[in-house]
C-alpha cells in the first residue's frame, strides 16, 4: 500500500496575523509554523492505513519553501517514511498552480491513495485536493472522518458527514484522492525514536518552476486588510416591553437577521 | 558562536511541549492534590522515549545528546514539576549509574526495561541522619559466602516504591579503606529481594505526585555480582552521578520558572485594576522584565554547561552553578509570580500556586543551595591555604 499525504505548513491558528504595510501581503516575521491542522489528521489516517496492512509507505508530498521542510520532518517523526518537497520558492502559487505541479509528481509514484487534508487553515481555499483530482481524472471524497480498507485492498470504505448528523458512506475505487476532517484519532505525537530516525529519512526535492510546464495562477491579490474590530456590544436598558420591541426593531433593521 | 539548537531538539521541544499541555496539564492538579503517582503517564512518557534518553541505543535508550535531554525535563518541568522529577530522577539517579557504570551483564539486564519504561530504577544515598554529609552514611553491606548482607535505612528516594519499580542502586559502607575512612560502594537490589522494604512518603508540600519512598533493609541478601564497578569506588560514582543529576535539576529550575513566569506574564496583560491591565502598573512591569532576564540567563547557563558536557570538557562546577542558579532563579520567579496574581495566587485553580510550592525542593534535593556553594568555592581555590 503506497500512500500520499499532501502537507501544507501554515501559521499555527493561534499567531496574530499582521499585514506588511504596503497591503501587499501578510507579514510573516513572527509567525509560528505548524503543518496545517486537518494535514495531521491525514498524516495519522495513513499511519494507521499502513500499520493496518502491515507493509507499505507513507510519503509526505509538500508544495512549499524550505523552511516547510521542519513540518515535513515532523511527520516524518510521527512514522512517514519519505519525503518529496516541491520547491516553489520565487514563486506564488495559487490553487490552480498548486494543484498542477502536484498532479505532475503524484502519477510518477503511483500511489493507491492520496490523503489531504479537508481544506488548508491559511487561504481556506478547499480546492487543491478536488483540482488534482480532476486533473488526475481520480475520485475524491471531501470531507471524510473515516476509513477503511476494503479485504482486497481495490477499494476504501469511506464516511462524510452531512449537515444535521447525516453520515453518507461511500465504498471507492482506487486510486483515490480522500480529504480528512478532524476524524476519529488524534494525531500522534512524534516520540524520541521517531525524532531519531527522521532526520535519516530522505527527502526528494523538485522544483516548482520545472513542473508548471507555462502555467499561470488564475487568482491575482489586489489587496489585503485585517477583519474589522468587533463593535462594542450594545445594552438595552428599560421595561422588559420596550426592551423586546427595541431588540426586535435592532435585529431586524441593523443587524438584519430576523 | 552558534546560539541555535539543531532541527531535532527544536522538534524535540516542540514535541515535549504539546505531549506535556495534551497528556500532562489536565491531570497534573487533581493527581498533586491527591498524591497519587500517575502509572498511566509514566507508562506514556515511557513510550514516548523519555525514560532513557541518554543511553545507548544497543541497550535500548535514544542515544540523545545531554542537552537534548535538559529540554524534555525543562518542557516538562514547565508543565508540572511532579513528571519531571519522575522522569529527572529515572535517567540521571536510575539508569545513570548502571549505564556508566555496570558491567556489560548488569546492562543488559536491566537497562532495556529501564529505557523502555517498564520499569523504574531509584538511587539510595539519602539516610535519616545522612543527607548533605552523605559520608556519614550507616547502611552497612557485608560479604558473605558470594551474598552481600545488607543492614540499614534510607530516606526520601524518588521512584523508590512504586509498583513498577524494580530495585535500587544502594549506597552501603563495605568496609575501611587503607586510609582508615569508610569504604563506600553501590550495589544493586533488586524490589522484592527478601528483607528489603519500600514505603511510600506521604504529606509533601512538593512534587506530590512523584513517588518518594523509605527504604529499609533487614539482612537483605544480594548476590556479590550485583557490586556495581569496584568495591570502593561507591563515593566516586555517586559525586559523578550528582554532577550530572544537577543539570536535570537545573532544568527542572529552568523549565518551572518559565512556566511560572508565562502564566503570569499573561494574567497580568488580562487582570485589571483601576481601569488598566496590572501589567501597565510599573511595579509589575519591572518584575515581569527582571524574570524574563533571569530565566534567559540561566538558560544560558545551563545549556553552556550541557554543551561542555556533551564535548567531553569539564563540566562540574558549571553543572553546581547552574543548579544553584536555576534553582533559585525558579525561587525569585514564583515569588514575583504569587505577588502579580495577589489573592488568585494562593489559591491551587492558578498554576502559580504550585510552582512557588515545587520550586523549594530544587534547593535541597541533589545537593543543597549551601553544598553547591561549598562546591563553586572549593574550586575557586577558596580553602587552599
Ligand atoms: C522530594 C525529595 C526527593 C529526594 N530524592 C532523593 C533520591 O532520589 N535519592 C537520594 O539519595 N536522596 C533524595 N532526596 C534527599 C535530598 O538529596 C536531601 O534531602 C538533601 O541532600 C539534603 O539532605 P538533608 O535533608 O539530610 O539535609 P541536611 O544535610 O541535614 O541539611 C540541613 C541544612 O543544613 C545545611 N548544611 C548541611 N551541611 C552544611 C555545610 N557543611 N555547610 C553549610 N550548610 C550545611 C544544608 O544546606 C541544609 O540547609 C530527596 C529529597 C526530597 C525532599
Same mark, same amino acid.
Given at each position: ?10 501559521p499555527d491558528t493561534e499567531t496574530k496575523i499582521k ?8 507579514d510573516?516575521t513572527d509567525i509560528k ?17 499502513? !500499520? ?95 476509513? !477503511? ?77 485585517l477583519p474589522p474590530d468587533r463593535q462594542a456590544g450594545k445594552i ?23 | ?12 521541544r516542540?514535541?515535549?511541549r504539546e505531549?506535556a499541555q495534551g497528556?500532562i496539564k489536565p491531570k497534573a492538579l487533581e493527581?498533586d492534590r491527591?498524591?497519587? *503517582? ?11 522515549? *523519555? ?23 525543562e518542557e516538562l518541568a514547565r508543565v508540572d514539576a511532579s513528571?519531571a ?70 530516606? *526520601? ?48 508540600l512538593v512534587?506530590r ?7 529499609? *533493609? ?33 532544568a527542572m529550575g529552568l523549565g518551572g520558572a518559565q512556566g511560572a513566569f508565562e502564566a503570569t506574564l499573561k494574567y497580568a496583560k488580562e487582570r485589571k485594576a483601576f481601569g488598566k491591565p496590572i501589567a501597565s502598573f510599573q511595579a509589575n512591569a519591572f518584575k515581569l522584565a527582571d524574570c524574563a532576564t533571569e530565566i534567559e540567563a540561566a538558560r544560558n ?24 542558579y536555576c534553582s533559585e532563579v525558579m525561587y525569585r520567579v514564583v515569588n514575583h509570580a504569587v505577588q502579580i496574581h495577589g489573592g488568585y495566587g494562593l489559591m491551587e485553580e492558578f498554576p502559580v500556586a504550585k510552582f512557588y510550592r515545587d520550586q523549594k525542593l530544587l534547593e ?22
Amino acid at each position: 500500500m503506497k500512500i500520499a499525504v499532501l502537507l501544507k505548513q501554515t501559521p499555527d491558528t493561534e499567531t496574530k496575523i499582521k499585514i506588511k504595510s504596503d497591503a501587499s501581503g501578510v507579514d510573516e516575521t513572527d509567525i509560528k509554523w505548524i503543518i496545517n491542522t486537518y494535514d495531521e489528521y491525514a498524516v495519522e489516517e495513513a499511519l494507521r492505513l499502513k !500499520e493496518a496492512v502491515g507493509t507499505g509507505e507513507v510519503v509526505i508530498v509538500t508544495a512549499g519553501i524550505k523552511r516547510a521542510v521542519e513540518s515535513m520532518r515532523q511527520a516524518l517523526a510521527m512514522g512517514a517514511d519519505r519525503g518529496i518537497l516541491i520547491d516553489t520558492e520565487g514563486l506564488t502559487l495559487d490553487s490552480y498552480t498548486a494543484a498542477v505541479i502536484l498532479a505532475k509528481v503524484l502519477p510518477n509514484e503511483k500511489f493507491d491513495i492520496v490523503l489531504a487534508g479537508k481544506q488548508a487553515v491559511d487561504d481556506d481555499c478547499v480546492q487543491v485536493a478536488h483540482g488534482v483530482a480532476t486533473l488526475l481524472d481520480w475520485p475524491c471524497v471531501w470531507p471524510i472522518e473515516h476509513i !477503511e480498507l476494503s479485504g482486497d485492498k481495490k477499494s476504501v470504505m469511506v464516511v462524510r458527514p452531512v449537515s444535521g448528523g447525516t453520515k453518507e458512506v461511500f465504498e471507492v475505487g482506487l486510486p483515490t484522492i480522500l480529504c480528512c476532517d478532524k476524524g476519529e484519532h488524534d494525531p500522534r505525537y512524534a516520540s524520541l525514536p521517531g525524532i531519531m530516525k527522521a532526520k535519516t529519512k530522505p527527502i526528494q526535492e523538485l522544483k516548482a518552476a520545472d513542473l508548471l510546464a507555462g502555467e499561470t495562477p488564475k487568482v491575482k491579490w489586489v489587496n489585503f486588510s485585517l477583519p474589522p474590530d468587533r463593535q462594542a456590544g450594545k445594552i438595552l436598558k428599560g421595561e422588559p416591553e420596550q426592551v423586546c420591541a427595541e431588540l426586535v426593531k435592532l435585529l431586524r433593521e441593523e443587524a438584519k437577521v430576523i | 558562536m552558534d546560539y541555535s539548537l539543531t532541527s531535532e531538539q527544536e522538534l524535540l521541544r516542540k514535541t515535549v511541549r504539546e505531549f506535556a499541555q495534551g497528556e500532562i496539564k489536565p491531570k497534573a492538579l487533581e493527581l498533586d492534590r491527591k498524591e497519587e *503517582f500517575s502509572y498511566e503517564l509514566t507508562k506514556k512518557m515511557g513510550q514516548m522515549g *523519555f525514560l532513557g534518553a541518554v543511553c545507548d541505543p544497543k541497550y535500548g535508550g535514544q542515544g540523545l545528546d545531554y542537552l537534548s535531554y535538559i529540554i524534555i525535563v525543562e518542557e516538562l518541568a514547565r508543565v508540572d514539576a511532579s513528571q519531571a522529577a519522575t522522569v529527572a530522577a529515572h535517567n540521571s539517579l536510575g539508569v545513570g549509574p548502571i549505564y556508566h557504570f555496570g558491567s556489560e551483564e548488569q546492562k543488559k539486564k536491566y537497562l532495556p526495561d529501564l529505557c523502555s519504561g517498564k520499569k523504574l530504577w531509584s538511587f539510595g544515598l539519602t539516610e535519616p541522619e545522612a543527607g548533605s554529609d552523605a559520608g556519614n552514611s550507616k547502611t552497612t553491606a557485608t560479604l558473605k559466602d558470594d551474598h552481600w548482607i545488607i543492614n540499614g535505612s534510607k530516606i *526520601f528516594i524518588t521512584n523508590g516504591a512504586s509498583k513498577m519499580t524494580g530495585g535500587c542502586t544502594v549506597q552501603a559502607i563495605t568496609g575501611k579503606g587503607q586510609d582508615g575512612h569508610k569504604e563506600i560502594s553501590c550495589i544493586l537490589v533488586e524490589q522484592n529481594t527478601s528483607g528489603f522494604t519500600a514505603k511510600e512518603m506521604h504529606n509533601k508540600l512538593v512534587w506530590r505526585a512523584s513517588n518518594t519512598a523509605e527504604l529499609y *533493609f533487614d539482612n537483605v541478601k544480594t548476590p556479590a555480582g550485583n557490586l556495581l564497578g569496584k568495591k570502593g569506588d561507591g563515593f566516586r560514582q555517586m559525586l559523578a552521578t550528582l554532577d550530572s543529576g544537577r543539570l536535570g535539576i537545573a532544568a527542572m529550575g529552568l523549565g518551572g520558572a518559565q512556566g511560572a513566569f508565562e502564566a503570569t506574564l499573561k494574567y497580568a496583560k488580562e487582570r485589571k485594576a483601576f481601569g488598566k491591565p496590572i501589567a501597565s502598573f510599573q511595579a509589575n512591569a519591572f518584575k515581569l522584565a527582571d524574570c524574563a532576564t533571569e530565566i534567559e540567563a540561566a538558560r544560558n547557563l545551563l545549556y553552556k554547561a550541557c554543551w561542555m558536557k556533551d564535548q567531553k570538557k569539564e563540566f562540574k562546577t558549571l553543572a553546581a552553578q547552574a543548579k544553584l542558579y536555576c534553582s533559585e532563579v525558579m525561587y525569585r520567579v514564583v515569588n514575583h509570580a504569587v505577588q502579580i496574581h495577589g489573592g488568585y495566587g494562593l489559591m491551587e485553580e492558578f498554576p502559580v500556586a504550585k510552582f512557588y510550592r515545587d520550586q523549594k525542593l530544587l534547593e535541597i534535593g541533589e545537593g543543597t543551595s549551601e553544598v553547591q556553594r561549598i562546591v563553586i568555592s572549593r574550586a575557586l581555590g577558596c580553602y587552599s591555604e
